[in-house]
């Protein structure tokens, strides 16, 4: 894929659409915003880098479950129920190998600064993955502006990051020493 072109759309996966059918009404009018923030990230993660298969498996593992815990549980301290369902679904479908990863891409997906360390390129792709929709590209990464409206236009907002600020200011309300628990340096 030529990075400078336009987009080489990635706009079903099957596991991806399994995993989140098995959410749709924990999710309830939020799943169509949901569905497309995670499909936004995964084709910012494949412009940042080229994918395989199995990373592309991975990465829609971990895109379906990275901001689920704020349903599921309720809460904006989503991080820990994510990784807690991701895990469970790893273990039951023996991937369990993959854990150490896609636990990798939840924890750190609000980093600020890049990953340091070992980490596998993938988790850094998926932090600026996420980062380039949450911000509207004001966080680019390297992904051009043409091409960010591609995936958009493919994948439309559908409420998602208005959903984002009224879970925000409501955690902020509440927690006001503690307003966005899950960003992390």
């Known amino acids: 894929m030529n990075h400078k072109q336009g987009v080489q759309m990635i706009t079903h996966i099957e596991l991806l659409e399994t995993l989140l059918q098995r959410y749709l009404q924990v999710l309830g009018?939020?799943?169509?915003?949901?569905?497309n923030h995670v499909y936004r990230v995964l084709n910012f993660c494949s412009l940042v880098m080229p994918l395989d298969a199995s990373q592309l498996e991975k990465?829609?593992?971990a895109g379906a479950f990275h901001d689920l815990g704020i349903w599921t549980d309720k809460t904006f301290d989503y991080l820990d129920p994510s990784e807690r369902l991701a895990l469970t679904f790893l273990q039951e479908t023996?991937?369990?190998a993959w854990s150490e990863e896609v636990m990798a891409m939840i924890h750190h997906h609000h980093k600020i600064t890049p990953v340091q360390g070992?980490?596998?390129?993938?988790?850094?792709?998926?932090?600026?993955?996420?980062?380039?929709d949450v911000t509207h590209g004001l966080f680019a990464y390297g992904v051009s502006r043409k091409q960010r409206k591609e995936v958009f236009a493919q994948f439309p907002d559908a409420g998602f990051h208005r959903r984002l600020l009224q879970?925000?200011?409501k955690r902020l309300l509440t927690h006001p020493l503690s307003?966005?628990?899950m960003m992390k340096l």
């Not at 009018?29 to 949901?34: E, I, P, T, V």
């Not at 993938?122 to 380039?132: H, P, Y």
Request: without cysteine; positive net charge.
């Open 29 to 35: 009018a939020d799943y169509r915003g949901y569905r």
């Open 94 to 96: 023996g991937r369990h």
């Open 179 to 181: 307003p966005l628990p």
């Open 118 to 132: 070992d980490a596998p390129a993938l988790v850094e792709a998926f932090r600026k993955g996420d980062w380039i």
């Open 167 to 169: 879970l925000s200011f």
């Open 59 to 61: 990465l829609a593992i």
